[in-house]
């Protein structure tokens, strides 16, 4: 926990000092920054450089602000390139984020890639309402599987009142967990009629996928698109996805 009150938002980029680095595999790092932020699991913040770029990033935690950074591309490739003590600017935080709900009491939490963004700390706070939570995982391989022991370690420590918490890690080629895609390990559960909720982050195809399941079930979900964000408040436009501005519309939508 950050020792002072978690700040109700950043309207202009504010200056956070980087207080930790966790690498979790070769191109992605955790950094936790000096600073809470009042938001709620889904939401996310835009990361400003100074005379480069800014651009969105999920909150994996809002005291202290923590954001997962995979290194793709020229501004995810410098945020790598920050030590701890250097400054990094924040505005945010935007967007609706997942929603507890009502009457469905065992959930599915489904992330692919570095969509495990945001599930950490929303898993953990569904287990907390008393849900069944089971979270299902997925990457190409056991290296790319990200969070895997941060969410094998929610597991083992139960959060207060979960009534059950558990994981699946799937990969593509077998080398951690079951083989196949996190839809597989879904569907498995679905034909169980053992899930009522799903919750999802990653890859356009994972969630147009689980869309269908969920349609093909009748179970309602809540997906976390992503899109090209600019503005983050609603004015640019460049976020536009089926009809929605996901900046304020989402980057949660319920189907
Ligand atoms: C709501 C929202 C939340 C996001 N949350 C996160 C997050 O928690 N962590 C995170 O790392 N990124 C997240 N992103 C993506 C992030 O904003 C940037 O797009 C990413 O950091 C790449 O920026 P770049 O300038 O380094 O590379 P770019 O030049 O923008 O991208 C380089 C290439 O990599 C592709 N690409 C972009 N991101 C990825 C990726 N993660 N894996 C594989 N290929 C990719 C792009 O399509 C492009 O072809 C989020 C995006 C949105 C819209
Ligand atoms: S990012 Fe500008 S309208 Fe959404």
């Given amino acids: 926990m ?8 950043f309207r202009l980029p504010t200056a956070l000092t980087v207080a930790r680095i966790d690498e979790e595999n070769y191109r992605t790092k955790t950094i936790v920054l000096n600073g809470a932020l009042e938001a709620t699991p889904g939401q996310f913040v835009m990361a400003w450089l100074p005379r480069f770029d800014e651009k969105p990033f ?7 602000i923590t954001l997962m ?3 793709v591309g020229p501004f995810s490739r410098l945020v790598h390139a920050l030590e701890p003590g250097d400054r990094l600017w924040l505005r945010g935080p935007f967007g609706q984020g997942f929603a507890v709900p009502h009457g469905q009491a065992r959930l599915a939490v489904v992330g692919g890639g570095y969509g495990v963004a945001p599930l950490l700390w929303l898993a953990r706070s569904l287990a907390r309402t008393g849900r ?8 190409r391989t056991a290296n790319d599987l990200l969070y895997a022991e941060r969410f094998a370690a929610l597991a083992r420590f139960r959060p207060p009142h979960a009534t059950a918490y558990d994981l699946i890690a799937a990969t593509e080629d077998g080398s951690r967990g079951v083989q196949g895609r996190v839809t597989d390990a879904l569907l498995s559960l679905l034909e169980a009629g053992a899930i009522d909720g799903i919750y999802a982050c990653g890859p356009d195809p994972m969630l147009s996928a689980l ?3 969920g349609q093909r079930y009748a179970i309602p979900c809540q997906l976390s698109w992503e899109a090209y964000m600019r503005c983050a408040i609603g004015i640019c436009g460049a976020c536009e996805h089926e009809g929605k501005v996901l900046c304020l519309d989402g980057p949660v939508v319920r189907d």
Avoid at 2 to 9: E, I, K, L
Avoid at 132 to 139: F, K, L, N, P, Q
């Fill in 58 to 64: 999920s909150l994996v935690d809002n005291d202290p």
């Fill in 69 to 71: 950074v995979t290194a």
């Fill in 132 to 139: 069944t939570v089971t979270t299902i995982i997925g990457a």
């Fill in 211 to 213: 869309r269908e399941l």
């Fill in 2 to 9: 950050f020792d002072s009150a978690p700040a109700p938002a």
